[in-house]
Structures are given as structure tokens and as C-alpha cells.
């Protein structure tokens, strides 16, 4: 069984500030993780994975993961947010392996203040 | 590639109608997934396939909803008869594999209101 947790449902930063958005998993064997965006009214796109290789993960647009096993943690990053940034942000856990259910966790909704 | 494409866009209709839609995957891609996402549940998978074969339905809320994929090509969720709490984005993603080292790529979803 794996679970996935997204520890803030809103994040306000603003615009040129750095992003931390955080995310927990738990899971019975080794975890493939990734994040995916929405912007409004859009589907969900791919920003970046973790596949059991190298546990700094970057992505597109800037933001990158760091993998930490001792603290079942990958959050989300960038350095410096801007407006476009703002949209709703999933972590997603799954097994390597296998036919298995993907979890998502719930999103964090992102806003950039100007 | 035109990426993961789902109709229609928007799909509005009368409770206890038959409702259904369509996803094309991305040609080469094996495994097919349906997605719904509503404020309160978050997004919920509701069945994939791999190789046009069902693999997981479990998440189906009840027998009103039915899935195929007749070919590799082509999928389709239907809802019969349709209920406003089926009100919801309807998502459409296909990937390389069993979606585990490859990712997702969505679709634009299907935004379903029943009324």
C-alpha cells in the first residue's frame, strides 16, 4: 500500500521569492514519485520524476525535487516563483513494478502575489 | 503528436441521460487511464488498461459507469443513466508501460455537468 501527503493546501508567495511545496509518502517498497501542475481549467502535466535515480530531481520551468528516503520526503522547489508559477500542484506515489494503483495527493493550490 | 486527445471539451445534460467520453491516446502508448476530479474527492482514478485489457476497475464508483477500449487507439467512459454528483472533470491519460517510469501525459478532460 502506498499513501501520498500534501501538507499545505494553499501557498502564497511572492513573485521572485523561492517555492517550497511539501510532500510526504509512505509506501511498502521503493516509490517512483513525481509532481504534476494544472493551471486552471487545463490538465495535468508532468513537471518532474524520481525513478530510483538520482535523488536531486529538476524538472521544467525551473522547479526541481530532492528525494529523502530517511524522511519519506519529496518536495518541490524553485528558487524564484514567478506569476506563471500560480496553479495547483500534485505529488503522485506509485511502486515500481507491477500493476498498481497510482495515488495522487490532494494539491496545493499556489498563488503568486506581484 | 497532438498529445492525449479527449472529447468532448464540456458535455452538459438531463439526469438520467446516457453520457459518454472519448479519449485517443498517444499513438505507441500501452496503458490507458480514467481520472475524475471534483473539489471534494480530489482526482480519483476510476479504471486503467494496459494493452487494451481492463487491469483495474476498482475504482468505478458503481455499475451506472462502464469503461472499453477496443483498440489501442481509443477508449471510452460511459455513464448510464447519469446522476448530477457525476457532475465533474473527466480526465483522459495514457503512458509508456504500466505509467510507473515514464509518467502520465493527461488530457484537456471533459468537463461534465448534469442538471
Known amino acids: 500500500a502506498q499513501s501520498v501527503t500534501q501538507l499545505d493546501s494553499h501557498v502564497s508567495v511572492s513573485e521572485g521569492t523561492p517555492v517550497l511545496l511539501r510532500c510526504n509518502y509512505s509506501?511498502?517498497?521503493?516509490?517512483?514519485l513525481f509532481w504534476y501542475v494544472q493551471h486552471p481549467n487545463k490538465g495535468l502535466q508532468l513537471l518532474l520524476k524520481?525513478?530510483?535515480?538520482?535523488?536531486l530531481v529538476k524538472g521544467i520551468n525551473g522547479f526541481e525535487a530532492e528525494f529523502k528516503k530517511s524522511e519519506t520526503s519529496f518536495h518541490l522547489t524553485k528558487p524564484s516563483a514567478h506569476m506563471s508559477d500560480a496553479a495547483e500542484y500534485f505529488c503522485?506515489?506509485?511502486?515500481?513494478?507491477?500493476?498498481?494503483?497510482?495515488?495522487f495527493g490532494i494539491g496545493t493550490k499556489l498563488q503568486v502575489i506581484p | 503528436d497532438a498529445g492525449v486527445i479527449q472529447s468532448p471539451r464540456h458535455e452538459v445534460t438531463e439526469m438520467g441521460q446516457e453520457v459518454t467520453l472519448r479519449c485517443k491516446p498517444i499513438s505507441g502508448h500501452n496503458s490507458l487511464f480514467w481520472y475524475r476530479q471534483t473539489m471534494m474527492r480530489g482526482l480519483e482514478l476510476l479504471i486503467y488498461f494496459n494493452n487494451n485489457v481492463p487491469i483495474d476497475d476498482s475504482g468505478m464508483p458503481e455499475d451506472r459507469f462502464s469503461a472499453k477500449m477496443p483498440n489501442a487507439s481509443f477508449s471510452t467512459l460511459k455513464i448510464q443513466p447519469s446522476e448530477p454528483r457525476d457532475s465533474a472533470v473527466y480526465f483522459c491519460a495514457s503512458s509508456i508501460n504500466d505509467g510507473l517510469g515514464y509518467g502520465y501525459t493527461f488530457g484537456s478532460g471533459t468537463r461534465l455537468t448534469v442538471v
Open positions: 503522485v506515489v506509485t511502486i515500481s513494478g507491477g500493476y498498481q494503483k497510482v495515488t
Open positions: 524520481y525513478t530510483s535515480a538520482a535523488t
Open positions: 509506501s511498502s517498497y521503493s516509490p517512483s
